[in-house]
């Protein structure tokens, strides 16, 4: 087992050494975890209002969780896409009936929600086959880092190290009108992420998505949508395409529907899940009997509890309870659920995060400008409370910094007295 008594400074050193740097250097060493909360190594408690990211559905070490991992890898974890599980089925025909794919509809399991967008990108390719060689995405969406999920990223500076990207693939703005202003018969598929998570939680159009559905399916595309940050529940709906009552033809999935443990899938619909045939594509390890055992009971207890609902019910109080700090670097909040976006008057979200970690909260910042938070969608009133309190106090230490960071600007430069 690890030595958890180390020092902050040699877990920070280990993990320089031996980590990539690609994350930089970690903010805390977690060891343990309950609810909503977690434990460092020193025994400091910290209320986690981000979750590993909308990934803890059910926060930490949830009996639910804990029994399916444990029962799962006594029983059987792996035994490869050659053979079919009883817990790979039972998650496969869940997620059809959340989705509302219908019989129609069919399941691929992967790893992340990268992998599965890796898949999406290759059933848009099978269904434009030669004649529609091209893919539409969205302006600053996010879909994954590998080379076909980065190809589908709206981000030129995430893009850059690794160019040239698979061919293809073109940007545009999230509006109806700019996809009427360049769609064509050529055109395979439309990628949507229909909160833009990574942008700082910004929410698409009230109708965009029935206004390219229709666009989308007059011109043969597929309307493919990234629900790896928004499904499982996290938005007030299953996924969040469900808001406004459309049909896609296909869905990415992740993060949530594991609570905690890896898993993503590519949900089809109708006629695109006829795509893919023997040999298109694959995954060792996707779909393994301990993935999907756990992934069943998440979801499971996710109905069980109505943990949709309370994300709903839970991120208009969340709203509330920011807006009720009162604070001048507050300049609104913007989201759906339990994915909530903070909008700042200053460009200090990462002070911010730095202050809200020292008050004991967990906190992210995806720009300069944006507190994203994406708590369990198991928190209640006492969580909420906490969270007000604990993220007023870092407001406060901001806005205390940054008046006396202005305070210093406007002060005279000192002049040598007469003689």
Known sequence: ?????????????????????????????????????????????????????????LGHAHPAFVEAVSAQAARLAHVSNYFATPSQLALAARLKRLAGTGESGRVYFGNSGAEANEAAFKLARLHGGTDRPRILALTDAFHGRTMGSLAL?????????FLPMAGGVEFIDSTAEALEAVIDDRVAALFVEPVKGEAGVLPLPEGYLRAVREITRRHGALLIIDEVQTGA?????????????????????????????????????????????????????????LATAVADAVLDEIERAGLVENARVRGAQVRDAVDAIGSDLVAGTRGLGLLVGI?????VAKA???AAQQHGLIVNAPNDTTIRIAPPLTIGDVEIDEFARLFGAALATVSDALLLENADDAAPTPTEAPA
């Not at 709206?154 to 893009?159: A, L, S, T």
């Not at 909008?343 to 460009?347: E, N, S």
């Open 1 to 57: 087992m690890a030595d958890q008594t180390r020092t902050a400074a040699s877990w920070q050193d280990d993990a320089r050494r031996d980590l990539v740097r690609s994350f930089g250097d970690r903010m805390a060493m977690f060891v343990r975890g309950e609810g909503a909360y977690l434990w460092d190594d020193e025994g400091t408690r910290y209320l986690d209002f981000l979750a590993g990211i909308a990934v803890d559905s």
């Open 153 to 161: 990223t709206g981000k030129p500076w995430m893009q850059e190290p």
């Open 352 to 354: 911010v995060v730095t």
């Open 343 to 347: 909008a700042l008057t200053h460009p």
């Open 233 to 289: 529940g996290r938005t007030g709906e299953w996924f969040a395409f469900q808001h406004e009552g459309i049909r896609p033809d296909a869905i990415t999935v992740a993060k949530g529907i594991g609570g905690g443990f890896p898993i993503g899938a590519l949900i089809t619909f109708d006629e695109a899940s006829e795509l893919f045939y023997p040999g298109t594509h694959g995954s060792t390890f996707g779909g393994n009997a």
